[in-house]
């Protein structure tokens, strides 16, 4: 029987969305034998499913989904699994991980006969060849076959087929050595260039963006398109009127990589660089390494809007039932302005917001509550300090595992952790010797954040021992943790102050064990 099912998530926690999956007609929910496997795939939004769910959502008045792609990701995360099943998802299985039974396959092909005759859905077109030359010339088929595909594809993911190779082959922090993606040419449409709107980020960039005369694109309309920064306008004489060729990045993310000759092209009035923020009316300034434009006002709504929305995604404090309609009307209502006032608000804030009845009320007022416990890594990436993304801050809390750590770090300790150069040191650094930023990590602190470190990993049937803390924080501790047992867990440890860091004896942090997935 079908038990569990989540996303992918950040690649070490996912959201459960079993009762959504369920609905899906590609995925068994009893098997055709007896078998215990974790199985791994994708979920899409057939093209004719798509064009029929945005025919009917436009015939109700309501927003249709700009590609096959988006609306499968919404459709799974549905709070009503009728809606879900409503929208005709279907799925590919594409990896098997088969711990015990009878059956142990020696190769990835005959996991994938295996999984198949179990009753999952695999994709048809799967082959097996036996040299470089038969995965260079399926890829080429494919390059012209693709578009008969009731599915958007962008490319062949070639595998090494024997799993002892596999494991031999291993992997890199961010994928497998014993598979790697071919992506095809994207594809290429010539529109009009109606206008140039600017975008204030969360750091203050000032980010040009193209609206185009709406055109259909690698399934999609597009309608918008990236124009990257003010150097990439002048570099490419970009002017409002233009035919321009635009593509698709790994048909995902829509840019302007040209203007098309025209005899209009002359004619047409050069763009003008602007000078202050299109939001607040402040300067806009330039600054050393960079190529944007930045609006120097820290006050500007659309920074303070961005960083508050920033914080609430997925990518930092993974706030679910927050989103940016949520993020306007509260600073629009003064109720926030800095990420740390959501956690001021009380829950009858929340019903001065537009529909909202006790049931969403309670629903953003626990999530932003529950987020206090996050993974320290979470909360430094919501910060929205200069250069620090989801990996450095991944790279920091490695070496420094409490806020009080990061405090006292000096520009030479930061400098010299492995993935962060001179810049991103110095900007870490700024921030946590500037005033205003103490006083508001002070403040969480006292709203009762208790952040955590990751120091395991999800290990099944295998035993955690002797893992030195030098492997994962400050390299002059000498700290053993001597965690012996089968465990299917994650090992968290938390650290509340630096004191427990600076010790010369064995380190003996709280550990809570969370349930495995």
């Known amino acids: 029987l079908l038990t569990t099912g989540v996303t992918r998530g950040d690649g070490v926690i996912g959201e459960n969305i079993t009762q959504n999956l369920k609905t899906i007609k590609a995925i068994p929910l009893k098997l055709f034998k007896d078998a215990d496997l974790e199985v791994r795939g994708e979920i899409y939004m057939p093209k004719s499913s798509f064009e029929k769910l945005n025919e009917e959502s436009k015939e109700k008045g309501e927003k249709v989904f700009a590609n096959p792609r988006n609306a499968a990701a919404g459709s799974l995360r549905q709070l009503d699994s009728s809606i879900t099943a409503k929208r005709d998802l279907s799925m590919f299985t594409y990896t098997a991980i088969i711990e015990n039974g009878d059956f142990l396959p020696k190769t990835h092909w005959d996991s994938i006969q295996y999984i198949k005759d179990l009753g999952f859905k695999t994709n048809p077109n799967i082959r097996l060849v036996n040299d470089i030359e038969g995965a260079i010339q399926f890829c080429k088929d494919w390059e012209t076959k693709r578009f008969d595909l009731d599915y958007a594809t962008d490319g062949v993911v070639i595998k090494v087929n024997r799993l002892d190779y596999q494991n031999e082959l291993g992997f890199t922090s961010r994928a497998p050595k014993w598979a790697t993606a071919f992506k095809f040419p994207p594809e290429e449409m010539t529109t009009t260039l109606l206008d140039i709107e600017l975008g204030v980020g969360k750091t203050g960039a000032v980010t040009p963006v193209a609206v185009l005369e709406p055109v259909n694109l690698a399934g999609s309309?597009?309608?918008?398109?990236?124009?990257?920064?003010?150097?990439?306008?002048?570099?490419?004489?970009?002017?409002?009127?233009?035919?321009?060729?635009?593509?698709?990045?790994?048909?995902?993310?829509?840019?302007?990589?040209?203007?098309?000759?025209?005899?209009?092209?002359?004619?047409?009035?050069?763009?003008?660089?602007?000078?202050?923020?299109?939001?607040?009316?402040?300067n806009l300034v330039t600054r050393e390494g960079e190529v944007n434009l930045f609006c120097e006002n820290l006050e500007c709504s659309s920074i303070l809007k961005a960083r508050l929305e920033y914080w609430v995604s997925k990518e930092a404090m993974d706030i679910d039932f927050v989103g940016p309609s949520v993020i306007s009307q509260l600073y629009d209502l003064k109720l926030v302005k800095f990420p740390v006032d959501l956690y001021k608000l009380d829950y009858n804030d929340f019903f001065c917001l537009e529909n909202v009845k006790e049931k969403s009320a309670s629903n953003m007022y626990n999530s932003i509550q529950g987020s206090k416990s996050k993974p320290l890594s979470r909360f430094i990436t919501a910060l929205s300090i200069r250069h620090v993304g989801k990996e450095t801050a991944e790279l920091l809390v490695n070496e420094l595992p409490t806020i009080e750590a990061l405090k006292q770090a000096s520009l030479e300790k930061l400098s010299a952790i492995e993935g962060i150069g001179e810049k991103i040191a110095f900007s870490i650094y700024e921030f946590f010797h500037t005033d205003s930023n103490i006083k508001m990590l002070d403040e969480f602190e006292k709203l009762g954040f208790v952040l955590t470190t990751i120091i395991g990993v999800r290990v099944k049937g295998g035993k955690l021992k002797n893992w030195e803390e030098k492997t994962f924080f400050n390299k002059n501790v000498v700290g053993i943790y001597d965690v012996t047992g089968e465990y299917d867990a994650f090992l968290i440890a938390k650290f509340r102050n630096t004191n427990e860091l600076n010790s010369s004896s064995p380190i003996n942090p709280k550990l809570q064990v969370l349930p495995g997935r």
């Open 221 to 282: 309309i597009v309608s918008r398109a990236s124009l990257h920064n003010f150097d990439e306008i002048k570099r490419l004489d970009i002017r409002i009127g233009d035919r321009v060729l635009i593509k698709k990045a790994a048909e995902i993310i829509p840019k302007v990589i040209k203007v098309v000759e025209s005899d209009i092209h002359d004619s047409l009035p050069e763009y003008e660089i602007p000078t202050v923020c299109p939001e607040c009316g402040g």
